[in-house]
């Protein structure tokens, strides 16, 4: 099992609405670990760059914080944000996650390095939902979803 399956299998999300959205979603990765979770969902990516297109996986092309939905997702991950190189962006789209996320649902941030996991932190402030990290899946060679914050839904966020 893969460190970013384990982190989903670790998280109680509602059954319902059957829809997670992977922001900035680049390659998109973490599809196929999306699908194995939920084989019955629709598991949308969004990322500002056309070249997602390529790989013919369920994604729009979008810059978020414009976000063009009418609907609430059960799951929103960002992985891996680049939160060194364009900081301010990232913040923004962070204040604009919660309106996206049904009641009971997740957000989930995984990052590389320490310092952006600070950031995250700094940028929600509020308590992460916990997590059993000794029971996780060890990262990769390159260090995927090394550090990784979750936050449940509740009213506040509304
Ligand atoms: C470091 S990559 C991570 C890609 C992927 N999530 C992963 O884990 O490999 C960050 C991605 O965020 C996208 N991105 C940055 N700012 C964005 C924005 N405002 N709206 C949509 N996508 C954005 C970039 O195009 C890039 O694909």
Same mark, same amino acid.
């Given at each position: 099992? /893969? ?5 989903? /299998?670790?998280?109680?999300? $509602?059954? #319902? ?48 914080? #414009? %976000? ?17 190189? *364009? ?25 590389? *390095? #320490? ?9 929600? /402030?509020?308590?992460? #939902? $916990? ?6 899946? $060890?990262?990769?060679?390159?260090? /995927? ?8 839904? %509740?009213?506040? %966020?509304?």
């Amino acid at each position: 099992m /893969s460190r970013f399956a384990s982190i989903l /299998s670790q998280l109680s999300i $509602p059954a #319902y609405p059957r829809r997670s959205l992977s922001v900035g979603c680049g390659a998109f990765l973490e599809y196929g670990d999306l699908g194995a979770f939920r084989p019955d969902w629709l598991h949308l990516g969004l990322d500002q760059d056309r070249v997602v297109l390529r790989k013919r996986l369920p994604v729009i092309v979008a810059e978020a914080p #414009y %976000f063009p939905f009418a609907c609430l997702f059960a799951l929103v991950i960002v992985r891996h944000p680049e939160l060194d190189k *364009t900081p301010e962006n990232w913040r923004i789209i962070f204040d604009h996650l919660p309106p996206l996320i049904a009641p009971g649902g997740f957000l989930l941030i995984t990052t590389y *390095t #320490y310092a952006e996991y600070q950031v995250v932190i700094d940028y929600i /402030s509020r308590p992460a #939902y $916990p997590l059993d990290l000794v029971a996780l899946a $060890p990262p990769d060679l390159v260090g /995927s979803d090394r550090y990784v914050l979750a936050f449940k839904a %509740f009213p506040k %966020f509304y």
